[in-house]
């Protein structure tokens, strides 16, 4: 999207020359029963709490944030990246301090979980949902 462009009435970054951001020196993650997260309620919460509206999977969805449809082949170096010992873990970071890890190209604008009303069982079963999306 060029500068200057709207989104629901917010301006899309232009992505062009941006950097990686530094990891964020502080992120605690809340107590998540990643073993409880189940992949269908994670693709309707994906809906429901609009991630949708800025990340395309499988072809739907909004261009602000990164492609997700493979995002699970990228998640486990993306978690060794950030010091993390499982790409779920990363998936939460992702969501509790997305400015943690921030992609090429992209500008740090992601809400985080509680902007996005987002409880510790919508995490589990959005890093559920995640790690189904293979490319497939």
């Known amino acids: 999207a060029a ?3 709207l989104l629901m009435g917010v301006p899309v970054p232009d992505r062009s ?12 993650l809340p107590e998540v029963p990643l073993e409880r997260g189940d992949p269908a309620r994670g693709e309707a ?21 990164p492609e997700l449809t493979a995002v699970a082949l990228r998640a486990p170096s993306r978690a060794e990246a950030v010091g993390l ?11 509790v301090c997305p400015q943690a890890y921030v992609v090429e190209g992209y500008a740090p604008v992601m809400l985080d979980w509680q902007q996005l009303n987002l409880t510790e069982q ?4 959005l890093a559920a949902f995640l790690a189904t999306l293979d490319g497939r």
Not at 45 to 65: E, K, S
């Open 3 to 5: 500068s200057g462009a």
């Open 17 to 28: 020359g941006l950097a990686r951001a530094p990891l964020q020196a502080t992120c605690i």
């Open 45 to 65: 919460t994906f809906t429901r709490a609009g991630c949708i509206g800025c990340h395309t999977v499988r072809g739907v969805g909004g261009v602000i944030g």
């Open 85 to 95: 010992s499982s790409p779920a873990l990363y998936f939460v970071q992702s969501l």
């Open 122 to 125: 919508d995490l589990a079963d």
